[in-house]
């Protein structure tokens, strides 16, 4: 989905839990917003690098309104350290 299209849908929305968009691989489209990745000293060794292709997403970004894709039962294991959530 393009930006674009989900404010559409975000101006148009009734719904009570809005969708939000999540994007592991925004780097790959527009590298110019890595640069400000950088990863803590102290996590410098990738233990999941074993993994290969199989590694887990280790950056991403969300965009989405208050309370989107949330739920009783939702647990934020993610921490922000600049910004807000």
């Known amino acids: 989905m393009k930006l674009e299209d989900y404010f559409q849908y975000a101006d148009s929305t009734k719904e009570e839990r809005w969708l939000y968009l999540f994007d592991p691989s925004f780097t790959e489209k527009v590298p110019a917003l890595g640069t400000d990745y950088k990863v803590p000293e102290y996590f410098r060794e990738d233990l999941f690098a074993i993994l290969g292709p199989e590694r887990p997403d280790h950056k991403w970004v969300i965009v989405g309104p208050q309370g ?9 294991p993610n921490q922000c350290l600049r910004g807000t959530r």
């Open 68 to 76: 989107s894709g949330s739920s009783s039962f939702h647990v934020v």
